[in-house]
Each structure stands twice: as C-alpha cells, then as structure tokens.
C-alpha cells in the first residue's frame, strides 16, 4: 500500500485485494502511518501477511546511494514494514510479496538489489521495465523441486513485467524459485519456513484470467489457514 500526496491518502490497487478473495481469503489492509508498537496487535489479527508492489527502497539498506533512476519509497512505509516483516517472521506467520514486496523481503535476510536493470549487462537482456504503458510480457522459467513449482504446477509460464530493479545477492536462507530468460530473478523462496516466498512479477493482474497467477495467492491462503489450525 503506498501513499498520495493529495490529501494524505492511501493508494492500494483493488487487483491485491480481490486476488486474496478469489483465493479463498479475507483480504485487509493495514495502515503503514501508524505506531510501531500496534504492529504485534495487526499480526494477531491476521493468519497471512502480503506484501504489495511500490517504488524503491532506500539502498543504504544494503550498503548502497540511491541511483539516479530510483524513485524513493514513502520511508514511513518502508520502517514499518521493515519492523512488520520482522514480527511476521519471528512469529513464522505465512508471507507472500509481490514485486516491491520481493525486494522487501530479500533486503530483511540482508540481501541486495540490482537499483536500475538496464545498467547490468545480461545475455539475451530483456527490457523487464513498463513502457508507453504497453502491457509488456515475458517467459517466467519455474525451478524444479520449488515451493513456487508445486503451486504453479508449470515449468514455465508467461508474466507481466513492469520493473526496473530486482533482487542482486540473496538473502539469508533464500533460494531462487523463478528466473527470467536473460537470468533476472523472478522469485525467492525459503523453505524452512510455513510460507515466506516472494514473486517480481505482478500476478494479481492475472488472476482473474490465469489460474498459475491465482496459485500464489491460493497458496498464501492455504498456508494461513494450516497456520490458523496449527
């Protein structure tokens, strides 16, 4: 959930929200300009955690300036759910991220990012970037023996793309699940976790259309509801 200028409001894009609800799930947002301290009362209140798209974190989080390309998150949103995604951890509550949400997620286990794509010189480099609003899509390669592959039930499909940082060095305890034909990241994963797997792409678009874009999701809501019986 990100937030406007314009009379101080929050912006979270409705495909988020009815992707948890054709998944099974009750879907509810949670407030980013809020103490702190309520964070382990919102994480009692739910059996699941997703973490949506945005812009760009700041990169001193993993030893870095900002490059000139970035767009700079609202840091407000990135304290609390940096604090949010340690509590949804230290609990071992189920999580799912989503573009921004991958990052997110990779920099909390001390990752790093790649802040600008078109800088890094890749074989059969694609443009991962959304341009002239031109719907841009590509080949999504599903590993074998993944969290991600058992949900999907593909070994490859087909993704929309609209980013222009990914993950760079992976965090503790984290693998790759999904990668781009030119070797981008698509997707990470930890298994010893109930659930804490992220994707770069933007499944939520597709869901409604596409049933491996709604099986993160199913799975999000699975994974919750084991973790509300447990």
Request: proline letters at 7%.
């Amino acid at each position: 959930m990100d937030a406007r200028d314009e009379g101080g409001a929050y912006m979270l894009k409705f495909d988020y929200a009815s992707s948890i609800e054709a998944a099974g799930g009750l879907p509810l947002a949670i407030p980013y300009r809020t103490h702190h301290a309520l964070i382990p009362q919102y994480v009692d209140l739910v059996d699941g955690v997703l973490f949506t798209g945005g812009d760009d974190l700041d990169p001193a989080a993993y030893g870095q300036p900002f490059h000139p390309k970035a767009v700079p998150i609202d840091p407000e949103r990135q304290k609390f759910e940096m604090a949010l995604l340690a509590e949804v951890e230290r609990r071992r509550t189920p999580v799912l991220g989503v573009c921004l949400g991958s990052q997110l997620m990779n920099v909390h286990r001390g990752g790093s990012l790649i802040q600008f794509l078109p800088d890094q010189a890749r074989e059969g480099s694609l443009e991962h970037r959304k341009l002239n609003d031109d719907g841009r899509r590509h080949a999504v390669r599903i590993e074998p023996g993944t969290i991600l592959s058992e949900a999907i039930g593909k070994p490859e499909i087909v993704a929309n793309t609209r980013h222009k940082q990914a993950v760079g060095t992976l965090g503790r305890g984290l693998r790759a699940n999904a990668h781009a034909p030119d070797g981008v990241i698509e997707g990470i994963e930890d298994p010893s976790m109930p659930l804490f797997l992220a994707v770069q792409w933007h499944p939520e678009n597709l869901s409604h259309q596409q049933q491996e874009h709604l099986a993160p999701f199913k799975l999000l809501v699975e994974r919750a509801a084991q973790w509300r019986g447990r």
